[in-house]
């Protein structure tokens, strides 16, 4: 395993030189461009498309179709661009370029803006492979397609935005193919952005959020139940403490994320057989619930407890996820299957499930249920 010094250097490296190309190259005049770029990509779509050109205003349920349209060409404009290089790489860019979806002052934007670009980009046909040294190409041409990228979904952003106030019934303002743009009451604009301000104190730990509990310390004996580790990002990148016992020279590391246990019990509700679903439903959570449990594999769970080589636990807290194979995937997958029973789950999860090719399979073919949004109710 690499020493401290060493890690530290191949961890914070990439993080830093992307964030100077970003300082260097996003300027106002190439801001400019792309988005001129993007609009005129816009316009071209949805005149081959057919859709016609709208000028004024409209109300927000008879908007919705067309902000729809816009929506749908948007998407399939980011979608083209992305695939010209494997989902991977396109993950590896995003993750060390938090910075890149500061596209306001709401705190909330930039982790919604980086789960839109995080599904598209993953949707990517382009087939690849983490490289040897787990490291891509920075030059000048992948920043250009960051901030290209950046443009999309801020446009996504954008509509998301109006529908999310045409579903509020508010008026939408459309100029031929530009960006529409909501027009709320007085009373609607005072109450979203009351909603927004309250929803901005909520702390970043997606735990806060989904009324889960974590530990934050994590004790050296971890046969008391049975945990996930689970990263969670930090509201400022910044010296945090490695945890557990390990083999690094060093303690602390510059980190953007922490780690967590998250006790698998607060999932029993989730196994109550009372709650009916479909086939394809049931098939899809079993195989989640079993990726799930595979995260608490003696091989991940031990680089944090227990001495022991495992992964490299401070690159998890650097980019926030873990790159691992499929290979490894599969094993921890095996080993799920193999034991949900004599860890306290029940037994139908194993065969709704099946085997590790139908979880593999599963998981690799279930929609994105995040992104696109549900279409709004007007109330």
Known sequence: ????????HYIDHPRAQIARL??????????????????RQISMELAATGIPLIEGVLPGQEAQHHLAHFHQAAHRIAARFV???????????????PQLFELNRL???RPYCSAIAEQICADSPVMGAVLDDHRFPLEASDVYDLLYVRQAVGQIYNVHSA?????????????GYSTPIAEPSPELRDALRLYDERRDRVPMDPLARLGLTALADLPGDHNDGLYVPVVHELENVGVQEIPGRHRLVGNTIDAGYGIARLRL??????????????????????????????????YLMGSINVVAPGIPIANIMCVGYELTTVAEFR???????????????????????GTVDDVVETLSTTPISIHPPRRPRAI
């Open 331 to 353: 094993d921890r997958c095996g080993w799920a299957l193999a034991g949900v029973e004599g860890i306290g789950l029940p037994g139908w999860l194993v065969e709704r499930a």
């Open 163 to 175: 529908i999310r106030c045409a579903g509020k019934d508010s008026a939408i303002r459309f100029s």
């Open 107 to 109: 705190r909330g934007t």
């Open 22 to 39: 970003l300082r260097e190259y996003d300027t106002d005049e190439l801001y400019q461009e792309s988005k001129r770029a993007f609009m």
């Open 1 to 8: 395993m690499w020493g401290t010094e060493q890690m530290i």
């Open 83 to 97: 695939a010209v290089r494997p989902g991977i790489e396109w993950l590896w860019y995003l993750r060390r370029a």
């Open 265 to 298: 019990s607060s999932f029993e509700p989730l196994f109550d057989q009372t709650v009916a679903l479909n086939e394809a439903t049931s098939r899809q959570f079993a195989s989640a619930a079993i990726g799930l449990v595979s995260l608490s594999h003696p």
